[in-house]
């Protein structure tokens, strides 16, 4: 692993604004950028398109091992998740792929094969890492560590804005469910759980402007790596 390259590692909950906040701020800073729940939406969503037992942890891993899964910009410049060659952002951000995600990421066979994957994203000029154990076991070198979190109600009504301005209809209260239950099995496995780094910096976005978020996220990186 490139210890050398700077990295700035954003956790929490579903719904916390992670994706938005590690987005901006890479684009900010001009380094990478790591979508973890991407890599384990997309095994869910392979090991279905297989037909693998979701229920087979040694199945499921076989399957991360051998899926592609490329981080693209379309035309547009909007981000594009490419699985085994097909264009699998829409169908990605569902539920029904967060919930599998969910399910799949318990398995500590998959995480080993993730594990590896993600510390190839580390690279110059730096990254910003999104996820649920980016602080804790992925780069727990880091000296720059967020937990990202908002109450359940503002996060449950993000998520149904988010998906909403898809186009994709849902029920706001089946949502607040589907997210409260999601969190708990991810607080709750024996393997990297959702909880924060020791070290991190805990943020509290409930109300907060993103602008806001974002400026305090920032500020938590010395002026050095700041400058472009
Ligand atoms: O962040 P996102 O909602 O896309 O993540 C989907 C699921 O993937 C999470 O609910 C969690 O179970 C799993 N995940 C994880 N570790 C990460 C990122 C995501 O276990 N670093």
Not at 22 to 39: C, F, N, Q, T
Not at 49 to 71: H, K, M, N, Q, Y
Not at 139 to 150: M, R
Request: net charge neutral; glycine share 8%; aromatic share 4%.
């Amino acid at each position: 692993m490139a210890t050398s390259v700077p990295v700035l590692t954003i956790d929490g909950p579903s719904g916390s604004g992670k994706g938005t906040i590690s987005r901006a701020v890479a684009e900010r800073l001009g380094w990478h950028y790591l979508d973890s729940g991407a890599l384990y939406r997309a095994v869910g969503l392979a090991s279905a398109w297989e037909g693998v037992d979701l229920s087979d942890p040694d199945a499921v891993a076989a399957c991360a091992a051998r899926t592609d899964i490329r981080f693209e910009n379309d035309e547009a410049g909007e981000p594009r998740v490419i699985v085994n060659g097909k264009d699998a952002t829409h169908q990605l951000r569902m539920e029904t792929a967060g919930a599998a995600a969910s399910a799949i990421a318990a398995y500590p066979a998959v995480r080993a094969v993730l594990l590896k994957l993600q510390h190839r994203f580390r690279r110059l000029p730096g990254l910003v890492a999104d996820g649920r154990d980016m602080g804790t076991v992925v780069f727990p070198d880091s000296p720059f560590k967020v937990f990202l979190t908002a109450s359940a109600g503002e996060r449950a009504r993000r998520r149904h804005k988010q998906l909403k301005d898809k186009g994709v209809s849902v029920n706001l209260d089946s949502l607040l469910h589907e997210i409260a239950a999601r969190d708990e099995r991810d607080a709750g496995r024996a393997v990297a759980p959702l909880k924060p780094a020791e070290n991190a910096v805990v943020l509290d976005s409930t109300g907060m402007p993103i602008t806001e978020v974002i400026e305090r996220v920032l500020a938590l990186l010395p002026e050095s790596l700041r400058r472009r």
